[in-house]
């Protein structure tokens, strides 16, 4: 019994486009989190310095990253969608 594709998805034609924003978004978190990297190993007791709400500097950057991250990835859903729709839209115009 075999089973192809629900269904067909054709050509993506934004690929181009998903991989540069991918790329730029992953390097601006690889930054981000080089830099608590960075202040882990060159001042530990930074870390500890209480910044928020009761909370240490390294649990607030903590969340910090994953909020990034979860925000990230929101702006890359919403960003791929668009030029989706957009590349879909002058498709179908030609």
Same mark, same amino acid.
């Given at each position: $019994? +075999? ?7 054709? @050509?993506?034609k +934004? ?7 991918? %790329? ?6 690889? %930054? &981000? ?7 882990? &190993? +060159?001042s530990?007791?930074? $870390? /500890?310095?209480?910044?928020? +709400?009761?909370q240490?500097? /390294? ?5 910090g990253?994953?909020? %990034? /991250?979860? &925000? $990230? ?10 030029? @989706?729709?957009e ?8």
């Open positions: $019994m +075999a089973h192809g594709p629900s269904t067909d998805w054709g @050509e993506d +934004a690929i181009g486009f998903k991989t540069k924003l991918g %790329l730029w978004l992953f390097l601006v978190y690889v %930054l &981000v989190y080089v830099g608590f990297i960075w202040i882990n &190993v +060159a530990p007791k930074t $870390m /500890a310095t209480i910044v928020f +709400a009761g240490n500097l /390294a649990v607030v950057y903590g969340f990253l994953i909020i %990034l /991250a979860f &925000v $990230m990835g929101i702006i890359y859903d919403i960003l791929c969608s668009n030029k @989706e729709n590349l879909n839209e002058e498709d179908s115009d030609k």
